[in-house]
């Protein structure tokens, strides 16, 4: 006889399931996968980056540690 109790198999778990890519990174000589609930850097014209070495690279600024300066 089967067993008729709804809850002795569970529902199955969500995070079985891989994360879902919402995009790649923008910078030409990365090109890494961008899953959702990722830390990213997004650009004004909609481009993702996957970390601020790639967004730094791409638009060519730097940021001089300890302040709140830009170089180019």
Known sequence: MPNLD????GLPDP????????GTCHYAFCGKPIFNGDRCYESED????????????????FIIAGTDQLTY
Do not use: I
């Open 46 to 61: 909609g481009d993702l980056y996957c970390d601020d070495t790639c967004f730094s690279q791409w638009n060519g600024k």
């Open 15 to 22: 995070q079985d399931k891989p994360a879902a890519q919402v």
């Open 6 to 9: 709804r809850f002795s198999q």
